[in-house]
C-alpha cells in the first residue's frame, strides 16, 4: 500500500528565504508526483505535474525534482514571501484511478 | 482558478440524514474524482468516474456512492450521515483515459459539518 509522508509537517521562515519541501513514498511505481497548495479552508491549486519519466520541473521560483528509486520528490521554493504562506501538498498516482495524498506541510513567511 | 465548481459550499447536516454535493467539471473533462479531507490531513480517495462509470473506489463503505451524468457534472451521495463524515469534499476532474498521466483540476470544495 502507497504511503506518502511529508517533512516538514510545518516551517515558519523569514521573507527572502529559499527553502526545501519534502515529500517520500513507499511504493516507486507512480505514473506522476503533483504538488498542490491550499490555503486555509479552500480547495487545492495545482503546482507542478512531475511525469513518472522526468526528473524536475520548474515554474517561476519553484522547482520540482523527483527521484522515483529512492522514493522522495522536493519542492524547492527561491524568495519566499508572505504571500507564498499556505500547506503544500504532494500526491502520487499509483494506477489509473487512486491519487495518494501526504498530510501537507503548512509554510508561513514572516514579512 | 480552474473551471472547476462545487456546490454548497457549506452544509450542515444532522447524524442519520442524507446529503448530496454537486460538481462541475472544467470544460472537455471526461473524468471525475471524489475525495474527503478530514482538518489537519491530506484529501482521501473516495472513488472516481469515467464517461458516467465507477473506475475505482478507495476505503469507503457504501452508504457514499455517485454519479457522473452524459455532460460530466457530478454528484457524491452520502446516506446515514455520522459525526466523523464532517469534512471538506473535493471534486477533481481531468481528461484521457482515467486520469491517469493527466493533471487533476480540483474545484473549491464543500464544506460539511454533521450535528
Known amino acids: 500500500k502507497q504511503e506518502v509522508t511529508q517533512i516538514p509537517a510545518a516551517l515558519s521562515v523569514p521573507e527572502g528565504e529559499n527553502l526545501v519541501l519534502n515529500c517520500s513514498f513507499t511504493d516507486s511505481a507512480i505514473y506522476n508526483l503533483q504538488w498542490f497548495r491550499q490555503d486555509p479552508g479552500k480547495g487545492l491549486t495545482s503546482l507542478l505535474l512531475?511525469?513518472?519519466?522526468?526528473r524536475e520541473q520548474t515554474s517561476g521560483r519553484l522547482n520540482a525534482s523527483l527521484d522515483k528509486s529512492s522514493g522522495r520528490s522536493t519542492l524547492y521554493i527561491a524568495a519566499s514571501q508572505p504571500g507564498d504562506s499556505a500547506t503544500y501538498l504532494c500526491a502520487v498516482r499509483t494506477n489509473n484511478n487512486d491519487m495518494r495524498f501526504g498530510a501537507g506541510t503548512r509554510l508561513t513567511v514572516k514579512p | 482558478e480552474t473551471g472547476v465548481t462545487q456546490s454548497p459550499t457549506h452544509l450542515i447536516k444532522t447524524r442519520g440524514q442524507q446529503v448530496t454535493l454537486r460538481c462541475s467539471s472544467q470544460?472537455?473533462?471526461?473524468?471525475v474524482s471524489w475525495y474527503q479531507q478530514a482538518l489537519g490531513q491530506g484529501p482521501q480517495f473516495i472513488f472516481q468516474?469515467?464517461?458516467?462509470?465507477?473506475?475505482g473506489r478507495g476505503n469507503f463503505p457504501p452508504r457514499f456512492s455517485g454519479l457522473q451524468f452524459p455532460n460530466y457534472s457530478s454528484e457524491l451521495n452520502v446516506n446515514a450521515l455520522e459525526l466523523d463524515d464532517s469534512a471538506l469534499y473535493l471534486c477533481?476532474?481531468?481528461?484521457?483515459?482515467?486520469?491517469?498521466?493527466?493533471?487533476?483540476?480540483f474545484g473549491p470544495g464543500t464544506r460539511l459539518t454533521v450535528t
Open positions: 470544460s472537455g473533462h471526461n473524468t
Open positions: 477533481a476532474s481531468s481528461t484521457g483515459l482515467a486520469g491517469s498521466f493527466y493533471e487533476q483540476y
Open positions: 512531475i511525469q513518472s519519466s522526468q
Open positions: 468516474y469515467y464517461r458516467e462509470e465507477e473506475n
